[in-house]
Each structure stands twice: as C-alpha cells, then as structure tokens.
C-alpha cells in the first residue's frame, strides 16, 4: 500500500538555526499539508498545499515557515531561524481531491531544539 | 469555529471487550467530514474511519465502526473484541468541506489489559 515517507524520522538542531523537513507524498495525491504536534498535547494544522502554491495556512505559520515542492515528488517545510518552542513532532499529510479521501500521515520527523 | 471534544483522557479496557471512543464536535457548517485516527506509542497517524455529514448509516471498517448521532452532533467510535494491539491514542478530527485543515482533539488514550 502506498505511503508517505518523511526524512529525517529525528532531527536535533541549535536555536537560531535552518532546518528543513523533508516529505514524499503518495504519488497521485494532489494536496500536501504539515501539521505539527508538541510532545503530548493535540495535532495543529500548519499549512496546505495544492497546485504549486498554498491553499490555506494557521496562524501558527506565520513568517518564518515555507512549504516548497521543488520538484514532482518532494514537499518541504522549512523553518527559517528556529526557536525553542519549534521543538514537536512534524507530521507531512497528502490526500486526493475530494473532501471524502482522508488525509495519509508519514511517520514524523521529531525535531528538537537545543 | 469548528471545535472537537474528546472527555476521556484515559480508558482501559478488558481484551476481547467491546469499547466505545467519545467525540463531539461543534461546526457552523452543514458539510463536513469526521475521521478517527489511531497513534501507536512508536508515533505514527494511521487512519482508521471516516463518517461524512450526509452520511445516511453509520460507517464501519472491520472491528472499527462510528456511532454517529448527527443531531447530538457526536461520532463515538466503537472497537470491538479488542486486542492488545488496540492500545494506543486515538484522535478524532474533523474536516468543513471547503477547507482543507483536518482539526483534532485531545485524544484518548486506550490501554488495553490482558
């Protein structure tokens, strides 16, 4: 069955820096999304992607986030001068088109700030 | 604003009993999606069961099945003869159609005892 591999699953990090989250939808999904969860608390949406450009975003993606697919299998997060408070899980969503399809999760990619 | 509440932080239940997952939810839309997810203690979102607002009968999926009583505006997700392999937390997550953001609640952690 397919799935959606995140890399990498940990990434450890000093507060200030770049870091980019990397993310492999399913192949004929056409929406992209990032949510996050901070250790122990609820799943927040972050943004959605759809036709190359971003269909709906929180307010919790504000600017110091960006979302890219840079090419036809890739969707990114990146996180421009990271803070503390970054440190959570990191999950990458994609689905079909229809409001019916779930949406499929990778795995995650735990991200810790130091 | 859509809003999802799970009351039951915590549930521990006999192998081979039937449970029952609470979940209500608040919307001002007349469409919407429902969807529960499972997250194992390893991390993972896996998908388990989608109930669609115009939904006529309740859905099921294998041992997985959603009491959904529309006017209470509730989607209980109902596992039976449960295994040790259903210990996990599971969130429930709702999606207005028209918007992409899947919003979760607080989940519940289901412990399951020999």
């Known amino acids: 069955e397919p799935e959606v591999t995140q890399t990498p699953s940990h990434q450890v990090t000093q507060m200030g820096q770049e870091v980019i989250l990397r993310c492999v939808p399913i192949s004929n999904h056409l929406y992209f999304y990032w949510y996050r969860q901070i250790l122990g608390q609820k799943v927040e949406f972050l943004v959605s992607f759809y036709n190359n450009e971003i269909s709906e975003k929180s307010e919790i993606f504000d600017d110091q986030f960006s979302v890219e697919r840079p090419d036809g299998s890739n969707f990114t997060l990146k996180i421009r001068s990271t803070k503390l408070e970054d440190s959570a899980m990191y999950f990458c969503?994609?689905?079909?088109?229809?409001?019916?399809?779930?949406?499929?999760f990778g795995d995650g990619t735990r991200l810790s700030i130091l | 604003a859509q809003k999802i509440t799970q009351t039951q932080p915590g549930m521990f239940v006999q192998e081979k009993e039937a449970v029952t997952l609470d979940c209500t939810y608040d919307?001002?839309?007349?469409?919407?999606?429902l969807f529960w997810y499972k997250q194992p203690s390893s991390g993972e979102m896996i998908f388990l069961i989608y109930q669609g607002s115009y939904d006529q009968q309740n859905a099921t999926e294998g041992r997985y099945s959603l009491n959904f009583q529309k006017a209470r505006k509730s989607a209980n997700l109902v596992i039976s003869a449960s295994q040790l392999g259903d210990s996990a937390m599971y969130f429930c997550?709702?999606?207005?159609?028209?918007?992409?953001?899947?919003?979760f609640g607080t989940g519940t952690r289901l412990t399951i005892i020999p």
């Open positions: 969503a994609s689905s079909g088109v229809y409001s019916n399809q779930p949406q499929h």
């Open positions: 919307t001002s839309d007349p469409s919407y999606g």
């Open positions: 997550a709702m999606r207005e159609y028209g918007r992409e953001k899947l919003t």
